[in-house]
């Protein structure tokens, strides 16, 4: 060591391992960003923001001039401190100085630089983007050497969909939003959540159902056909003879307003002011119909099923009220479903089972029931004779009162012992 004093080689070292410190610190920062952020502010047009989204983009050759950096510091100190030491205590004092080096240069030079990196990959990232830009452009032709060399043993092992990797999925994207926190506002969460939840659902999940559609029968005095009209708070009707199967037309809001200005309303005047109807399958999804709405220009639609049979009736509201909510916040209960205080709810078998989950916060299976009669009924596989208790997918459900057709009052709580699927 005439060159330099042991004095000089241990200082030089420990710039060295501040280096290391560095470089440790700049991997853990570029590669703990939010993507999207940087992605966001390099498109808002900062130049710092680019320098990073740039380097972060080539993650591959980014790691190599890292490397190549950590690596050479380390080991450039590492022959410093071990001259150093020979010249101030011998061969025999190289051992311990190992260790002691090993040491502090996992904690000094990884673990705490790392750590704070991961805490504040914005602070380490941003001021690191310009230096490793440059020295990525000098050390361009090291880093393609070292590039092609482990490509080429990359082949080796299964390549995977690069772009795939980098998408989210809906489950990813609906847990990115439940993290946001107070970044977005609770109702607008709710209705992210909602839009993402559209993909899983259908037509008959908000149809209402054909026994509870409020139309007109032709086959009915004059004078009750007026009464609905009047008194019913419906902006559209279905016009059908005896039943929705043998349907004439739909009555919108304009129309309405017609009949209602005659001298007098006959069933004939009532036919004419119909306009055709609109059906769709009840496994339309909710997204597509929504667009189909906008698309055709209207606001309702009879469902039916694979025989062509009118199962229900959707509308534009109950598709946009899945996104933001009711729209009449100050509607009341109509006694379907009834929250009792100790958990647990009563239920009419036509109570929808979306409903009760909403009301309960509760996860009733939907996949194949809209109403809870027919989910009981779907997990039955029968109408049962009597009033029984059974446990579906951890809800304890207890019929209360069932007829010869149909499901008709049941108490249902959470039981906690049962499994859930």
Request: proline content about 5%.
């Amino acid at each position: 060591m005439n060159a330099i004093t042991p004095t000089e080689a241990l200082s030089i070292a420990a710039g060295l391992l501040v280096l290391s410190a560095v470089f440790s610190s700049s991997e853990t920062a570029m590669m703990s960003l939010n993507r999207y952020r940087v992605r966001h502010r390099a498109q808002s047009g900062g130049r710092t923001a680019r320098w990073v989204y740039e380097l972060i983009s080539r993650p591959d050759k980014l790691i190599s001039v890292i490397l190549i950096g950590n690596n050479l510091v380390n080991l450039l100190a590492t022959a410093l401190v071990t001259l150093a030491v020979v010249e101030i205590w011998g061969k025999d004092a190289v051992t311990w100085a190992t260790l002691a080096l090993t040491l502090v240069v996992l904690i000094f030079a990884e673990v705490l630089p790392k750590t704070l990196a991961a805490q504040n990959p914005d602070f380490i990232a941003q001021p690191m983007s310009l230096p490793l830009k440059v020295l990525l452009w000098v050390l361009t032709p090291v880093v393609w050497g070292i590039g092609l060399i482990s490509n080429a043993v990359l082949r080796l092992f299964p390549a995977g969909d690069k772009r795939a990797n980098e998408l989210l999925s809906l489950d990813e994207l609906r847990t990115l939003v439940r993290d946001t926190g107070d970044l977005i506002p609770e109702q607008h969460q709710s209705m992210l959540l909602n839009i993402i939840n559209l993909e899983h659902l259908a037509v008959h999940d908000v149809m209402v159902p054909r026994n509870k559609i409020v139309g007109i029968d032709l086959a009915q005095d004059i004078e009750k056909v007026t009464k609905v009209l009047v008194e019913q708070p419906f902006y559209e009707f279905p016009v059908y003879r005896e039943n929705l199967n043998e349907l004439h037309g739909v009555l919108s809001s304009r129309d309405i307003g017609r009949l209602m200005s005659l001298p007098e309303i006959t069933k004939d005047a009532v036919r004419e002011a119909c306009t055709a109807p609109y059906y769709v399958p009840d496994t339309v999804p909710l997204h597509q119909q929504l667009a189909e709405f906008r698309e055709k220009g209207h606001s309702l639609a009879l469902v039916v099923d694979e025989h062509g049979d009118v199962q229900g009736l959707v509308t534009r509201e109950d598709i946009l009220e899945e996104i933001v909510g009711e729209f009449d916040v100050d509607k009341k209960p109509d006694g379907r479903i009834a929250p009792q205080r100790d958990g647990s709810c009563f239920a009419d078998g036509d109570a929808s089972v979306r409903e009760v989950n909403r009301l309960m916060d509760w996860e009733l299976p939907t996949r194949r029931a809209v109403t809870m009669s027919g989910l009981l009924t779907d997990h039955l596989e029968v109408l049962p004779g009597g009033n029984l208790c059974t446990v579906i997918e951890g809800y304890r459900i207890e019929t209360m009162s069932v007829s010869e057709k149909a499901i008709l009052r049941m108490r249902i709580w959470p039981d906690p012992e049962a499994d859930r699927q």
